[in-house]
Each structure stands twice: as structure tokens, then as C-alpha cells.
């Protein structure tokens, strides 16, 4: 839907924006254009709000389904448009599937790429790009897919290299990590991230992390 604050009007529903017909999970901003991945099956569109509204898979459609992000992505849970002309999105896979995806989209080329078991039977949870670092920080939790039991003791935070598409980093800062719910750039190499750990005491903590230097500088338990 869409709102004009200043206008006064009332909010216009602009109907469906997705061949999913469930939910859209994340959306990102690159170039004027807004990307929108959506359950089920991580379907990636995008649309341009200077041009009237009209979904479908047509060239000519606005917003265009621009088709699945990967086979096995199927909750697009966090994404960020930018890093090397890309849209990237972290995701938790398929019903009955351990192993969620890292991908991409790439405008220009209209190509699509995608990385499986980064961390080994984890998934992609958070995204954040740390701009004085030129990388991608990216951050796991031991779920699998709907239906599925963790195989994995525990998760863990990567940076990525988003012009080389490789990973430079792989680490928990000894934390013993469950999920990374979120991640945010803080800069000089440093992010804010909320995270739950292994063990007894279930509540997450908002933690300061300096990717920098490979250390964990506060933490904070949320009550």
C-alpha cells in the first residue's frame, strides 16, 4: 500500500506485489528501484514507484516478478541492496531442508547468484554492510527449515567480500551463538547486533561488536 502523509489521504491498497502468496519478508532500496523478496519460495520483485502500478511477470510490469532467488531459499529474512551493484538477501531454506542461502542479484546483468552452507547446516539470518570495511556482514542462526531440528551446536557471524563473492571471515567472538537476529554498521569496523546464545538463560542481548579487531566490546541482555 501507499500513503501521502502531507496530502491527507487515505491509505491505497496497490494489491498483489509477489507471485508468493504469502508474505514479503525484507525489502531493499538500489537506484530508485524497490526490491521486495517474499515467502514462499524467496521470489525476488522489483518496482519502480515513478511508474504506475501494475504486478506481473511481463517485462513491462511494475512491479516484476523477477523469479526465485535460489532452489533452496525460501524465507527471505534480511536483505541489502548496494555492495557490488547487488541485491543481496540472507535466507532460511525450505521446509524439511538444513542449510539456508547467502545470495545475490545483479540489475545490470539480470543474473543471480548463491552460496549454500556457508555455515554448515545454518542459515542466513541478518545482513549488514560495513562501509569503512568494504564487506558484508553477515549473520547465522542453527535453524534449518520448517519441520526441522537443528543439526548444528551453533551458528556464527561471516564477512563477506562482496566484489570477490568469498568469504574472508568465519567467527562467534566467543559467544557459542544461536541466532543473530539482527546486525547494524556502527563503523570503523564495528557493528550493533542482537543475539541469543546457546545455553539456559533464552534471552537475546544486544551486543557491540568490533569486526575490526575480533572481539566482542559490550553486552547488553534485553529483559
Same mark, same amino acid.
Given at each position: 500500500f501507499r500513503c501521502d502523509p502531507a496530502g491527507g489521504g487515505? &491509505?491505497?491498497?496497490?494489491?498483489?506485489?509477489?507471485?508468493?502468496?504469502?508474505? =514479503?519478508y525484507s525489502m531493499a532500496n538500489l537506484d530508485g528501484q524497490l526490491y521486495i523478496a517474499s515467502y514462499p519460495?524467496?521470489? /525476488?520483485?522489483?518496482?519502480?514507484?515513478?511508474? &504506475?502500478?501494475?504486478?506481473?511477470?511481463?517485462?513491462?510490469?511494475? &512491479?516484476?516478478?523477477?523469479?526465485?532467488?535460489?532452489?533452496? =531459499?525460501?524465507?527471505?529474512? *534480511?536483505?541489502? *541492496?548496494?555492495?557490488?551493484?547487488?541485491?543481496?538477501a540472507a535466507s532460511i531454506p525450505d521446509y524439511g531442508m538444513w542449510g539456508g542461502t547467502l545470495a545475490w542479484y545483479d540489475p545490470q546483468r539480470g543474473t543471480f547468484g548463491s552460496h549454500r552452507h556457508v555455515v554448515r547446516d545454518c542459515s542466513g539470518? *541478518?545482513?549488514?554492510? /560495513? +562501509?569503512?570495511?568494504?564487506l558484508l556482514a553477515v549473520g547465522y542462526a542453527i535453524e534449518g527449515g520448517t519441520g526441522t531440528t537443528p543439526r548444528?551446536?551453533?551458528? +556464527? /557471524?561471516? /564477512?563477506?567480500?562482496?566484489?570477490?563473492?568469498r568469504e574472508v571471515w568465519?567467527?562467534?567472538?566467543?559467544?557459542?551463538i544461536h541466532t543473530v537476529f539482527d546486525l547494524m554498521d556502527a563503523g570503523d569496523?564495528?557493528?550493533?547486533?542482537?543475539?541469543?546464545?546457546?545455553?539456559?538463560?533464552?534471552? &537475546? *542481548?544486544?551486543c557491540l561488536?568490533?569486526?575490526?579487531?575480533?572481539?566482542?566490546?559490550?553486552?547488553c541482555v534485553l529483559e
Open positions: 487515505a &491509505p491505497e491498497d496497490l494489491g498483489a506485489c509477489s507471485v508468493s502468496g504469502g508474505e =514479503a519460495g524467496a521470489r /525476488l520483485a522489483v518496482y519502480d514507484p515513478t511508474r &504506475p502500478y501494475r504486478f506481473g511477470v511481463d517485462p513491462a510490469a511494475n &512491479p516484476r516478478d523477477l523469479g526465485r532467488l535460489d532452489e533452496v =531459499a525460501y524465507r527471505p529474512l *534480511a536483505m541489502v *541492496a548496494g555492495p557490488a551493484g547487488k541485491v543481496w539470518y *541478518a545482513l549488514a554492510y /560495513l +562501509a569503512s570495511e568494504g548444528a551446536e551453533r551458528a +556464527a /557471524l561471516v /564477512l563477506w567480500d562482496p566484489v570477490q563473492d568465519q567467527g562467534d567472538l566467543g559467544l557459542s569496523g564495528c557493528a550493533y547486533a542482537v543475539i541469543l546464545q546457546n545455553g539456559a538463560d533464552q534471552r &537475546p *542481548a544486544l561488536l568490533d569486526l575490526r579487531a575480533k572481539r566482542v566490546r559490550a553486552r
